[in-house]
């Protein structure tokens, strides 16, 4: 009776030891989700930063075209010269609200830094999906796992085994490829 008993805890440190690794990279899966989550706000913030600007920008230039087009409708006058000065300076000022790249802050800049944060927001989302379904494999089979310390169905440890494999595999989808398996998203 006492080798059954042996084989039994032989058994259960497996199992502890499965869970252990389950443990393990259910940790690591969170954290890079939760890193996921927050890369994808802070690009999230950022994109809207940016496209608030464009708006702001849009406004403004709006607003400068609609006072060239009134100065454009005066009849000649005594001030024709500061007129044409003037419609002159907002001219250059609308190019420069288009496309400034010195500074970045033209439209056409804020529109392809607003667009990158969008992919950088997508790209997190995309990590942070399969870092979360990893998450949920890696639960369950630890679940699976401690359920067989109890139940002493051997095929519960080999299922929370599979789960573990296929979490790893959604880890690792997640942190080198987060575009090979758009049916998770």
């Not at 044409?84 to 288009?98: G, I, S």
């Not at 990893?134 to 519960?156: C, P």
């Amino acid at each position: 009776m006492s080798g059954g008993h042996g084989a039994v805890e032989g058994s259960n440190k497996r199992v502890a030891l499965l869970i252990s690794v389950l443990a393990l990279f259910l940790a690591f899966s969170e954290t890079l989700g939760k890193a996921s989550q927050t890369d994808s706000i802070g690009a999230n913030v950022e994109a809207a930063n940016q496209w608030a600007y464009f708006q702001a920008r849009t406004i403004r230039s709006t607003v400068l075209k609609t006072a060239d087009e009134a100065l454009a409708l005066l009849p000649p006058g005594p001030n024709q010269d500061a007129i044409a000065a003037k419609r002159a300076e907002w001219t250059k000022t609308l190019a420069r609200w288009e496309s400034e790249p010195a500074t970045g802050e033209g439209r056409k800049e804020l529109t392809a830094k607003a667009r990158a944060s969008e992919e950088r927001r997508d790209l997190a989302l995309l990590r942070y999906h399969h870092y979360e379904l990893a998450s949920a494999a890696f639960q369950i089979g630890i679940v699976l796992a401690s359920a067989e310390v109890i139940t002493g169905i051997a095929m519960l440890v080999f299922a929370g085994g599979f789960l573990g494999l296929a979490g790893a595999a959604l880890l690792g989808f997640g942190y080198l490829a987060p575009h090979a398996l758009p049916f998770f998203h």
